[in-house]
């Protein structure tokens, strides 16, 4: 997901948005720690992901104050 698509996105609809994001990512990690993923760079897509959406709810945070 790219910075611009995160930005239109409402500050409700972010947050719930982390945390499908996080419950997905720690479900993939258990997955690839049972069984190899056959893509494992997605787990590092989606860390980063999350890293940015996180990083939207800061600023909004900071902005608001």
């Known amino acids: ?3 611009a698509e995160i930005r239109e996105m409402s500050t409700n609809d ?3 948005r ?11 990690v258990l997955n690839h720690s049972i069984s ?6 997605q787990i590092r897509q989606l860390r980063r992901t999350i890293a940015r959406m996180k990083t939207e709810l800061r600023q909004r945070e900071l902005n608001n104050k």
């Open 36 to 41: 190899p993923l056959d893509n494992p760079s």
């Open 1 to 3: 997901m790219k910075i």
């Open 14 to 16: 972010l947050v719930e």
């Open 18 to 28: 982390v945390e499908a994001e996080v419950a997905n990512y720690q479900q993939m």
